[in-house]
Structures are given as C-alpha cells and as structure tokens.
C-alpha cells in the first residue's frame, strides 16, 4: 500500500474516534481518561516514591558521613573531640541523620504505593525498613553516647585530658554510664535482630556497597549485647580502672626472634599504674641487669616450678616465667616471680607482641627518633630493635649519644647500661604519638587489638573472674584448649638456644589423621623445622628448642622419633667422636645439613652439662622423652630438638585419639603466639570410617598466621558412595 494511503487512513481512524469521544457524556469521558492515563501516572508516582526514599537514605547516610569526617583527620590536634563547638556540630549532623531515617522509616510503612509493592519486591522493602530501623537505633545510640560524654566531660579539652590531676572515672562516673547502658542495650539487640533482615543482593547498589553493607551486618549480627547485661560489669570495669584502689599491671613486651610458649622472650618490662581512670608517666626497664647481672637478685639459684622441671638453665625468674603456652598459667607464674624478685603484688599481666606494635605503626604512621636520626617503621621495627640491642655497632652508638658512663677496667657495663635505652625511647615516642590519635585512629587501633587478643599477638590476664569470664567468652584469653568434644592439636616451641635464631627457622607440621568407623584418629604428625642462618643471631648458632605436642586426654602415642636422646648418648662431632656424616646425619633423612659439617657447633650450656664452655656433640635420637603433660586437660609428647646451622631436622610421631563422642570429627589446631607455622592437614577415613561417618574427608595447606583453626570434614553428598579418591 502506498505511504501516502497509509497516512490517509490512520487520519480516518483518529477523525472516527475523535467524533465516538465526543458523542459520550462528560462523565463516561471522565472515566475513559482516567483509566487510559492511569497505567502511567502510577509509573510516574512510583518514581518519585523511589526518588524521596532515596533522598531520604541518601541524606541520613551523609550526615553521617560528616560527623565521620569531623573525627577523622586530627593528627597532632589538641584539641578535644568534646570541645563545645565540635559536639554542637555532631549533634546537629546526629539529630538530622536520625531525622531522615524517621521519615524514611514512616515512608515505608505508611505509603500505600509501598504497601502495593510489597507483593512485587517484597525482600527489597523488606531490607529498606530493617535498615530504616538500624538507622534510627544507631543514631539514638550516638545521640545517647554525645550527651553521656557530655555528661561526664563537659569543659575538659584533650591537653587537660591528659595532664589534668583530677580523677578521670570515679563511681558517680561508673553510675552514668550504667544508666547510659540500659538505655543503649535494647537498641543493640533490636539492631542485632534487623540486620538478620536485610538481604544485601536484593538492593540497587554496586558490588563495593554490598560487600561494605555485609560487613557491618556481620558486625551487628555479632554483637552480643546479653553479655553487656550482667550487673556487675561496670564494677568490674571500674575494678581494673582503679576506681576504689589503684591497680598495677605488668607489661612486658616479647621478641619472637627468641621464642617462647607465650610468643617470645620477655626481656622487658614495666608498671602500668591506674589510679581513677589515669594512667601514670610509663616507662620499659630491661630485665637483664636486675637478674642476669645482679649477684643481689632474688632469682639467683631459682628453679623453674613443677611440672616444668625440663627448665634446663639455672636462675629462673621474671624473664623466663612464661613457660607454660597456656596465657593464665604463665601469667600467674610471673605475678608469683614479681611478688618473689620485687616484693610488690601486681593485678594482672599484659604481654605485646611484636606485630601488635607492627601494626599499630601501619595505622600510626612512622615514628622518628631525632637524637638517634632514626626512623621507625612497621617494615624495620624488629631490625633496628635488635640492632640496639644486640649489635656491638649499635650498643655504642647508645653509649656516646646517651652518654653513659665508662670505665676501661670494665667497659661491658656501660654497655649493659646502654644497650635498650634506644628502645626506652621508641616506647616514649610511641606513647606520645598514641596520645595525639585521632579518634579514627583509635577506632582502627581498638579493633586491630580486638583481633590481637585471639591471635596472641597481645594477651591480657588479671585478677578478677568476671573479666576473665568475658575474655573467655569471646574467646580472648589466650588458653589452651582443653575441649573433650573435638579432636585437638598444638605445637608448642621454645627457643634456649640464647639466641635470637627463631627469626630464620621456618616451621612446617604435616599431619595425617585416619578415621576409623568408631570415629578414632590416628595421626602420624612430621613437624620439620627449617634452619636457614641468614642474618645475625646475636649468639650461639645450634638451635636448641624444647617442642611439646599437646593432644587430647586419653591419646596413645605409637611410635616416635627426632627428639634428642640425651648427652650420655653422644653420636659425632667432636670430644674424640667421630666426624659427623655428611648431608645425612643419621641416615634416615631426619637431619639434613650442608657439606662439611663436622660439629655440631657451640650451644647453649645447660644444667648438669658435661661439655660446659665446649663444642657439644651431636646426640643420637629417640621417641619424646617428656611424656607427663604440664597442662591438665591434655596429654602431651616433648623433648629437645637439636638443630645445626642450616640443616633442617624432622620430627616424627603417631598416635591414636579415641572417638570424642557421636559428633562429626572435628579437629581445633591452636597456634603459638608470634609464630606463623606453614600446615598441610590430610583427614580421611578407612572405607570402613568413610560408610560409618559418611564423608571421604579433606586436605588443607596454608599458613596459619591469624587465629586457630577448625577443621570438619565435609559430609558425603548424596548419592555418592565411599569410593576412596587416590592420595599421594
């Protein structure tokens, strides 16, 4: 049909409908335009529904974004985060963000174009109210928070925060907060119960916001506001705030080139004092001149306590009371020490780890020592530590920039003297530089030490059960596992070496578990340590580590080997021995080392030692020789594991776990502090075990350098039988 035939016939059409529409009444042409324009006013008012709710959360959301901002960037301000003129800000950003959540909040349950859309999306509306919800319970809980702060700090800036003398927490400070609690706890738990509504992946946002959203619904949906419910927790808070009578913590911090069961040696230390919430000037001492060097400390001619009886080296005390990897058991053993050396009773004991400090200079920044021209970073922390402390170099550069004293009939005490007063003054700067965080800081250093407190890396203890319940419950309290509800592993190192080799000894655990159908494990454990000398070591280069392997209560070791059998069981290299092999030591690859070596080389001199200021030989092997546990709860396999420069010895072991219970098998591997041992894990059942516990089991390789670890295998999916996949 031509084009122009079309045109004349759609003309018709509209001239025929146009005539029909107007011969109806008014009233039917009412109704007709209606119904036809309906479809898209409803179009139009539902976007301009979306669009207010959006603004509406949009909004909320920039209000708090601004009070973010206000508290992020004040590195090196004095000025109070309460000061009068930013807490009027706040709380204006606060009461509009709440404002915006409210409405959105009514929009949603009110608008009945939401209601009509509930049939069509209802997890989308579903998320936006739970959301709308935890907005205005997060804003009346930072609304609530301003005016406690308030409360309690109305004029104090953050330089009379610091030096001010005035109690800082006193009981009429202890009862605000109370009340500031029961009020903030019931929007916690409602906020805890929202956030298990909202669906992240049904909301119009990009991939960045949903990851953003599920990590801050995770966090809510971990918070455990019940536990903040017991009555007595604020005392408790006040007990260790000083509130009725100054408290007194020992901090000691550790180096993990010498590790120990805790994480590491403990070569310093100093009083933490609170007194009402203030903390007094504080200061590290080195432990080294008040034992080591003192013919007047108490620690002289002290042993180690039972069960620890394989302690090796004579004067015990202080600095090598961590013996046990259990944190409450150590922590105990050195209140003991500190009561016995100083004659002062302490409250408790913190110990901090080298790669807390590590990153709190990742969140810090670097810190500069300008007497020494010395920049400290998370990258050469430990470097230059050891350099000052350990380094002929460096231990004179103390003594002439510190001036110490010296005397030429006897110049090692001055360095003595000299040898951690550089430390002494990284720890000062530290402090100050702590002083002076941000509260964006603070927020990022509380959390980092939230999650230290599960790795090790920082361990608390003090002498109050109810704190020590609440670490327990979260699973901070740094102790062993004593379950009997699952399989369970720990490795568990000490470095005597007196050395700082730990840096270069890399620790492998491979681990086989067989299942059989009662639910038994068999384990044949081989723990490797790699020594690679690749640095200074700061003393002798055998490496001399007492390992102990705690298993579950009731385990039966079957066989073992690698442990040192003893020096009346002397083998090669040197005192009239023969040369030690080359390569392969003993011949079955359990020690492996470098060409021509033909001694052992120095160790450490130890009790009843019978090459004392010698070369010592090295010794045959055997099975563990410590088969009675230090830790009740667990059974334990140790003894001393010799390691020459640069070889890598194996220690090998089975034993058998009874089945725990009906549960499926589990398996809990703890991780010392400070270690990062790399695991390659292999569970599977007999055929028999994979029909009675319906799975073929699993394999793991990783390294562990975070929190323990949990392992189950997975159950066998349906309709699949036990055909046993092939190992290697």
């Known amino acids: 049909m031509p084009k122009e035939q079309k045109t004349t016939r759609i003309q018709q059409a509209v001239w025929q409908a146009k005539r029909c529409f107007q011969q109806l009444s008014q009233p039917i042409r009412i109704v007709l335009v209606v119904l036809l324009l309906f479809p898209l006013s409803l179009t139009m008012l539902a976007s301009l529904d979306a669009f207010v709710i959006y603004s509406r959360a949009h909004s909320g959301i920039q209000h708090l974004y601004t009070i973010k901002a206000l508290f992020s960037d004040q590195k090196g301000q004095e000025n109070s985060l309460l000061d009068t003129a930013r807490s009027q800000t706040v709380q204006q950003e606060m009461v509009a963000a709440h404002r915006d959540f409210f409405r959105l909040e009514q929009k949603l349950d009110n608008d009945p174009f939401i209601s009509l859309g509930l049939g069509l999306f209802p997890q989308q509306i579903q998320s936006l109210r739970a959301l709308s919800s935890i907005g205005i319970d997060a804003t009346d809980i930072g609304q609530k928070a301003l005016s406690t702060a308030y409360e309690l700090f109305p004029t104090l800036h953050g330089a009379q925060l610091a030096h001010n003398t005035q109690p800082l927490v006193t009981q009429q400070t202890l009862d605000i907060l109370r009340q500031g609690l029961d009020y903030v706890l019931p929007h916690m738990a409602h906020m805890r119960s929202q956030a298990t509504q909202v669906i992240p992946t049904a909301l119009p946002i990009n991939s960045s916001q949903k990851q953003q959203l599920t990590s801050i619904l995770q966090t809510l949906m971990q918070m455990h506001s019940e536990q903040l419910e017991t009555p007595d927790l604020l005392n408790a808070i006040g007990w260790l705030l000083g509130v009725n009578e100054p408290r007194t913590i020992l901090v000691q911090t550790m180096d993990r080139a010498e590790l120990r069961p805790t ?422 059942p007999t055929t028999e075990g994979c029909k009675a516990l319906h799975t073929t089991g699993m394999h793991f390789q990783g390294v562990m350098g975070g929190e323990d670890m949990r392992f189950t295998p997975p159950p066998l999916p349906a309709r699949e039988g036990c055909s046993m996949p092939s190992r290697a």
Request: aromatic letters at 10%.
């Open 263 to 684: 994480g590491g040696f403990t070569g310093q230390f100093g009083e933490l004092s609170i007194d009402h919430g203030r903390i007094a000037p504080f200061t590290l001492k080195d432990i080294g001149p008040l034992e080591e060097h003192n013919p007047d400390s108490r620690a002289q001619g002290m042993k180690a306590p039972e069960p620890f009886s394989w302690w090796p080296i004579a004067n015990w005390g202080l600095r090598d009371a961590n013996l046990s990897a259990d944190f409450p058991t150590s922590a105990r053993l050195a209140i003991k020490a500190y009561r016995h050396e100083f004659r002062k009773t302490i409250d408790g004991v913190i110990l901090i780890s080298p790669l807390l400090i590590t990153s709190a200079l990742e969140i810090l920044g670097p810190i500069t020592i300008p007497l020494y021209n010395e920049t400290i970073t998370a990258q050469n922390l430990e470097e230059r530590l050891h350099y000052y402390q350990l380094d002929n170099q460096g231990i004179l550069k103390e003594v002439i920039i510190e001036k110490v004293k010296q005397t030429p009939q006897d110049p090692q005490i001055a360095g003595n003297q000299a040898r951690k007063l550089f430390t002494r003054r990284l720890s000062n700067a530290l402090l100050e530089r702590l002083r002076h965080a941000s509260l964006n800081e603070i927020i990022l250093l509380s959390g980092e030490m939230l999650h230290t407190l599960k790795t090790r890396d920082l361990q608390i203890y003090v002498n109050n059960p109810q704190i020590q319940r609440l670490m327990i419950s979260y699973g901070s309290s740094g102790e062993i596992d004593r379950s009997s509800e699952h399989d369970g592993l720990f490795v568990v190192q000490a470095n005597l070496s007196t050395s700082k080799a730990s840096q270069y000894v890399r620790t492998n655990i491979q681990d086989t578990v067989t299942l059989d159908a009662q639910g038994g494990a068999t384990h044949l454990l081989k723990l490797r340590l790699i020594y690679t000398q690749i640095g200074p070591v700061y003393g002798f280069d055998t490496y001399r580590d007492y390992v102990r392997i705690y298993v579950p209560p009731g385990s039966k070791l079957l066989w073992g080997n690698g442990f040192d059998a003893g020096y009346a069981h002397a083998l090669c290299g040197t005192n009239g021995y023969p040369v030690c092999p080359q390569y392969n030591i003993y011949g079955d690859g359990t020690l492996m080392c470098p060409p021509n070596m033909t001694q052992s080389g120095f160790a450490t001199w130890i009790l009843n030692d019978p090459y004392y200021s010698e070369l010592h030989p090295m010794n045959r092997i055997a099975p563990p020789t410590n088969m009675e546990s230090d830790e009740p709860g667990r059974a334990m396999f140790g003894g001393w594991v010799i390691v020459p420069k640069n070889c890598n010895m194996t220690v090998a072991l089975s034993w058998y776990v009874p089945p725990a219970g009906h549960h499926p098998y589990r398996l809990l591997i703890q991780r010392q502090a400070s270690t990062r041992p790399e695991v390659d894990l292999t569970i599977q």
